[in-house]
């Protein structure tokens, strides 16, 4: 399963898309231990660039993404994930995509309505 | 349009889906000048991290991404693009889509035919 690691400090980009709908649902990106992980457990872990530690999608919210199949491109060094979302939403601010946000007329406009509400599932923790 | 550049020395993460089809064709990477052109002249521009310069995709096959639609996310360091693809393929390797290799049973496995030969079409170039 080699993918090049190498070419962005250890990390390759995973773009997740619900195999049911075709959305994309949110990007993220993983180290060869949280590919890994994401293999064996069939749950898409990733790697947090900020908090420099593997991170379980779901782990407090219960919002899992259930892995159906792993594509990877030409350069080995992104690779797509369909999945299954568990839960009403994969963004941490209660959208169902973290791409809720739609180019207009030069400005971001909110384009899409929340899908639960973000401080009753993380509690005021994001 | 303020998009978070600094998070990635300068850059952006870039899923391009095709509209219509709703299939993830490639990911690239964008920064300010290459995000700015793409909106402006509405065809994807990206940034070679390889080749440290912007790049209009489909220069020199024509094969390129007219822009329907740009999303960001919740941290505004990736955008998804809503392209129209032009020629029959996105990837230089010949494939309709980067993503063309699918993991099973621990490797990688061609999951799909070249739409076309890409000999022909970048001459020996990549």
Same mark, same amino acid.
């Given at each position: #399963?080699?993918?090049? %690691? /190498?070419?962005?400090? $250890?990390?390759?980009? &995973?773009? !997740? ?8 649902? #949110?990007?993220?990106? #993983? ?12 749950? &898409?872990? %990733? ?10 999608? $779901?782990?407090?919210?219960? *919002?899992?993404? =259930?892995?159906?199949? !792993? ?6 060094? /992104? +690779? ?9 939403? +994969?963004? *941490? ?15 971001? =406009?909110?384009?899409? &309505? ?9 509690? $005021?923790? &994001?």
């Amino acid at each position: #399963m080699n993918l090049d %690691f /190498a070419k962005s400090d $250890g990390l390759v980009t &995973a773009v !997740i898309q619900d195999q049911g709908t075709g959305r994309v649902l #949110m990007v993220g990106y #993983m180290n060869e231990d949280a590919f890994r992980r994401t293999v064996e457990t069939g749950y &898409a872990t %990733f790697y947090s660039r900020s908090r420099k530690k593997l991170w379980l999608k $779901g782990e407090s919210s219960g *919002h899992r993404l =259930a892995v159906k199949s !792993i594509q990877t491109d030409c350069d080995r060094d /992104a +690779v797509l994930v369909q999945v299954e979302a568990l839960g009403p939403g +994969v963004c *941490h601010e209660g959208y169902q995509s973290c791409f809720f946000r739609t180019l207009k007329d030069g400005a971001w =406009a909110e384009s899409e &309505a929340r899908t639960y509400d973000p401080d009753r599932v993380y509690g $005021g923790q &994001a």
